[in-house]
């Protein structure tokens, strides 16, 4: 069963509340575990990090749609030569 694609689409949709949680833990823990919080939420409130999770989700899907696809008994042949040939795994 896939797991981290629906992981990353989680932590997308609650990554609000997760940056608040640990903004809230940085301002109440104690010095040594909250610089370690505020460093962390430093890195992952970077836009950056944010864009790395979206796309890594993206791909993470396709690469779960490919593998249930080749894997499934139920599929034809001709259906798994298609979902690998699919016109999103071309890069242009």
Do not use: T
């Amino acid at each position: 069963m896939p797991v981290a694609g629906p992981v990353l689409k989680c932590i997308l949709n609650n990554f609000d509340c997760i940056l608040e949680a640990l903004q809230e833990y940085a301002n109440s823990a104690p010095a040594d575990s909250a610089a370690k919080a505020q460093r962390f939420d430093d890195v992952i409130g970077h836009g950056n990090f944010l864009l790395s999770l979206q796309c890594a989700a993206a791909v993470l899907e396709l690469f779960e749609n490919l593998n249930c696809a080749v894997q499934s008994s139920s599929k034809s042949a001709a259906s798994m030569i298609s979902a690998m040939n699919c016109d999103c795994w071309r890069i242009e």
